[in-house]
Antibody, heavy 121, light 107 residues
Framework: EVQLVESGGGWAEPGGSLTISCAAS????????MGWVRQAPGKGLEWVGR??????????DYADPVRGRFSISRDDSKNLMYLQMNSLKPEDTAVYYC????????????WGQGTLVTVSS | DIQMTQSPSTLSASVGDRVTITCRASQSFNNWLAWYQQKPGKAPKLLIHKASGLENGVPPRFSGSGSETEFTLTISSLQPDDSGTYYCQQYDGNSRTFGQGTKVEVK
């Protein structure tokens, strides 16, 4: 069974930085495309970005609201994915979910429980 | 990027009713469309992949259909456990986009 566990959420000031992590087990992580989805309080789901598996180039793509400020990376030796968030804005306040991405013919088959990031002065 | 418009935003129906949720795309794409169910305080659960593929373990009362720019999720006989919020998501190419969600209340 795939398990995804996010960590590192918390509070940050506007303009600040925060890095959250996703620990994966139950899958061959190096072959997995992984992604981040967020949900602001009381709002819907918003795709943040995803990273391809290393053997597919390990490149990342991002949603417009976070492109240039957020960066996704992975450490296949530790089965970890990261989301580095810079220049944070109050509107980045959300629960951030880690999920599996593309695994033909589906995305989003497995999800973590989410970690809350609050951006406030 | 492909924008997804979901309707209705809320619906209330009785046990046994047939329920349909629609998702319209701003441009045509190749049926890479997923449907999720989310319960309050929980992560989303994948129900349907590639527009009509039922995920293992999902009850057969759930079905997906559609193509190009219009997709539907149908619950053939609504059950009390089906309450929650449902989202469509396109996953064509290098971006993904969610619909705004449909909150389903079971009377």
């Amino acid at each position: 069974e795939v398990q995804l566990v996010e960590s590192g959420g918390g509070w940050a000031e506007p303009g600040g930085s925060l890095t959250i992590s996703c620990a994966a087990s139950g899958l061959i992580f190096s072959n997995a495309w992984m992604g981040w989805v967020r949900q602001a309080p009381g709002k819907g789901l918003e795709w943040v970005g995803r990273i391809k598996s290393t053997n597919h180039g390990g490149t990342s793509d991002y949603a417009d609201p976070v492109r240039g400020r957020f960066s996704i990376s992975r450490d296949d030796s530790k089965n970890l994915m990261y989301l580095q968030m810079n220049s944070l804005k109050p509107e980045d306040t959300a629960v951030y979910y880690c999920s599996t991405d593309w695994s033909y013919p589906r995305v989003g088959a497995s999800w973590g429980q989410g970690t809350l990031v609050t951006v406030s002065s | 990027d492909i924008q997804m418009t979901q309707s209705p935003s809320t619906l209330s129906a009785s046990v046994g009713d047939r329920v349909t949720i629609t998702c319209r795309a701003s441009q045509s794409f190749n049926n890479w469309l997923a449907w999720y169910q989310q319960k309050p305080g929980k992560a989303p659960k994948l129900l349907i992949h590639k527009a009509s593929g039922l995920e293992n373990g999902v009850p057969p009362r759930f079905s997906g259909s559609g193509s190009e720019t219009e997709f539907t999720l149908t619950i053939s006989s609504l059950q009390p456990d089906d309450s929650g919020t449902y989202y469509c998501q396109q996953y064509d190419g290098n971006s993904r986009t969610f619909g705004q969600g449909t909150k389903v209340e079971v009377k």
